[in-house]
C-alpha cells in the first residue's frame, strides 16, 4: 500500500475533498500534528507522498514557531530528491521557502469565497476544472515569489502567485481547493479573530460555502485525482 502523510497545523484544516481521490488511488493517509512533537524525519521522507497543509502562522515565523525548522528541511530533502510533495496554504508557502523563494505579508487579507484565473499550463494541469467553475475558497494574508524553474498554474487579483508546478512531483496551492465547505463552521470558529480584524461577516462566508459546497467537493475529488494520477504516469 502506499502511504500519504498530511502534516496539519490546526484541526479543522485538514485534507477534506482530496481525502476520497487519495483512498481510491490507495493511499493509505496517515496525520502528523505539527508542534506536537511528533515530526519524524524518517517517517516524512518514507512517506510516499507528503503533504503540508494550511495554518495561520507565517513559514519565514521560525524563531517563533521552531518546528517550522523541520518541515522546510524534510521539504527540502523532497524537492531535492523529487519525491511526491503538495502544499497547501502554508504548506505552499513552506515549499517556496525551502525552495529558494522569498514569502512575505501581501498587504492585504484574502478571504471568502472567490475565483482564479488558471495560466495556460494551469489550463493543462490538474486544475483545469476550475476554469470553467473558477470560484475556491482563500485565506491568507501572505504570499510568495515563484520558486525558480516554478510554472505558474493560477493567479487572482489579490494574489499573483495561487498555483504553482515543479516538475510533476511537487505542486503548491496558495488557495485551498481542497475545502468543500463542509466544515466551514470549524474555520469560522478558529479564525474568529481574524474574521473580526479583517471586517469579514461570518454569515457572507456560511452562506458562500453552502451555496458552493457541491460544486467545490467535485472539483476537490477531480483536481486531486488527476495529479495523483500523474505520479503513477
Known sequence: MKTAIAIRHVGFEGLDGFEPALREAGYVIGYIESGDGTLS???????????????PIGAYETDAYPFLRHEIAAIERRIKNQRPLMGV????????????????????????????????AGRE??????EAEPITLHWHGDTFDLPDGATLLASSPVCENQAFAMGPHAIGFQFHPEATGRDIEHWLIGHTVELAAAGIDPRTVRADAARYRAELTRKALATAADWLAGLDR
Open 89 to 120: 496554504c502554508l504548506g505552499a508557502q513552506l515549499i517556496a521557502l525551502a525552495a529558494g523563494a522569498r514569502v512575505f505579508p501581501s498587504g492585504a487579507k484574502e478571504i471568502g469565497f472567490a475565483p482564479i484565473a488558471l495560466t495556460d
Open 41 to 55: 524525519a524518517d517517517a516524512l521522507d518514507h512517506a510516499d507522498l507528503l503533504i503540508v497543509l494550511g495554518g
Open 125 to 130: 494541469s490538474c486544475l483545469k476544472p476550475f
